[in-house]
């Protein structure tokens, strides 16, 4: 009697699993992406979704945002530091990569030039990773300029470091 039970019970574990294993991204779909792209996918849509508008409340909205944290000091080393990035399993170069794909991507500076992020930057801020993010983001959030009419790039001032 109990055999056929855990027959079933094991059946039903099987389809379940076939059926989410097909909803996944699948690893061919993966193959044509360019890695920055895939990078995203495996550590950072998880919390920011897709398209990286994050979850209103939880997760930051990286859309038309990330790229203002450049604009103020601090914000730079903030967004290599916050948990999600300094402990990613990603490597430096990954992540400085990442980083300078996601400021293009989600919105570059209003009012300022960034310089690319660079594996050596990365290493040296992620050591000091950010235990309560939520304080410092909040406190640069305040000090990011109200938003600017755009200006043409090469106009705009370095970004502070």
Request: glycine fraction near 8%.
């Amino acid at each position: 009697m109990m055999l056929p039970m855990r027959r079933l019970a094991l059946s039903a574990l099987l389809l379940a699993g076939a059926a989410s294993a097909s909803q996944a991204i699948q690893p061919a779909d993966m193959a044509a992406k360019p890695r920055v792209q895939v990078d995203y996918a495996l550590h950072c849509q998880g919390c920011h979704l897709p398209d990286g508008r994050g979850m209103a409340g939880k997760v930051p909205d990286l859309r038309g945002s990330l790229g203002r944290f450049l604009e103020v000091p601090g914000g730079r080393a903030y967004l290599v530091q916050v948990p999600g990035v300094a402990t990613s399993r990603l490597d430096d170069e990954g992540t400085a990569r990442l980083l300078n794909w996601l400021v293009a991507q989600m919105g570059s500076p209003q009012t300022c030039r960034p310089a690319p992020f660079t594996t050596e930057e990365v290493q040296g801020l992620r050591r000091n990773w950010l235990r309560k993010a939520r304080p410092v983001r909040d406190a640069l959030m305040q000090q990011i300029p109200a938003a600017t009419e755009p200006r043409k790039r090469s106009s705009l001032p370095a970004c502070p470091a």
